[in-house]
């Protein structure tokens, strides 16, 4: 029998880290973008908090996520949007042969309707958002990422937003959507809208999901987008 002499794949060892379903669990309720507390997560997982300890511990170690410490207790959260989309891919492939009913029912629907994908917008909303940017001309195609127009510029600024520095190509770019087979919007512009739509409470979190819920300031605020 012949031996391979090539070095194991780096991503070995990841895969096998998010490959046990409880910390799968663990990762999958981060992905909300939120720093969480080991209970929440061992909550998250249905798992004791000293087995949760554990789990936590290796996902530290892989640099798979990051912590937090304030007064006596610690926080958890993804180490970043890189590992946060690797997972939406993984979400990605094993949803691609899921029937369509499957996302009208359950605790489906309401992540079809909006989600957070990180730190940005998806599901349904997101797409929404995603082409109305476009089709406003508020973002302008260059090179595989998007850039700000002037007009795009004025419009979010007379929302009150403090845009980003456009310096790379992370600043805007598409992600493709799991759940809607289509594109929803990334980068630092992306995280921006999130997070001050939160502030302006133009959507609220779901408690306990990752699913968000438009509100009528939102709509308000966002109506020449979402048409």
Known sequence: ???STAPEPRFAKI????GDPTRARMLAALMGGQYMAAGELAAAAGITAQTAS????????????????????????LADADIAHALEALSLVAERNASASKWEQGAYKPLK????????IA??????????LLERATIAACEGHFVL??????????????LPTA??????HPCFDWSERRDHLAGALAVTLF??????????????????????????ALGKWLT
């Open 1 to 3: 029998m012949m031996h």
């Open 54 to 77: 554990t789990h936590i511990a290796k996902l530290l170690d892989a640099e798979l996520v990051v912590t937090r410490t304030q007064g006596r207790h610690r926080y958890f959260r």
């Open 123 to 132: 599901g349904e909303l997101g797409v929404r958002l995603y082409d109305g």
């Open 195 to 220: 997070e001050h739509g939160l502030e302006q409470r133009w959507w609220r979190r779901a408690e306990g999901s990752r699913a968000l819920m438009l509100t009528a300031g939102g709509e308000r």
């Open 149 to 162: 127009t002037d007009q795009g510029r004025a419009d979010l600024q007379a929302l009150g937003i403090a």
């Open 167 to 172: 310096t790379s190509r992370r600043f805007a």
């Open 15 to 18: 895969a096998a880290m998010i």
């Open 113 to 120: 309707l909006a989600r957070t994908c990180y730190s940005h």
